[in-house]
């Protein structure tokens, strides 16, 4: 396992999903997640802007929500798009988005 394979364990990306986001192979993926090879520096700055993606979406969807009138049931019920070309069209990535929102709120219940 590597940095790179953890990242794209967190945003939830599959192997050909991470080669069409990245332009790049899918060897190449396989081979930065199970290798101590590193992918070049413009594959990580993408994956950070495609992790900055995620975060807004997630803050944005915890600060549109309506705390005063917010049911823990509610927490089951978020959904939220990821904006951005990165993330925007991959399940993984609107998961990410969506648990980390939905942890945000959960605050509230703590």
């Not at 967190?10 to 101590?36: F, H, K, M, P, Q």
């Amino acid at each position: 396992m590597s940095n790179f394979s953890d990242i794209m364990g967190y945003v939830g990306l599959s192997t050909g999903e991470a080669a069409a986001a990245l332009n790049v192979s899918e060897d190449e993926i396989v081979r930065w997640c199970s290798t101590s090879d590193a992918p070049p520096l413009h594959i990580w700055q993408s994956l950070v802007r495609m992790l900055d993606e995620i975060r807004y979406s997630a803050e944005e969807a915890a600060k549109g929500a309506d705390l005063d009138h917010l049911d823990a049931s509610d927490l089951n019920s978020v959904q939220l798009m990821v904006p951005g070309q990165a993330a925007s069209e991959f399940a993984g990535p609107k998961r990410a988005a969506t648990a980390l929102a939905v942890a945000a709120l959960a605050r509230v219940f703590v």
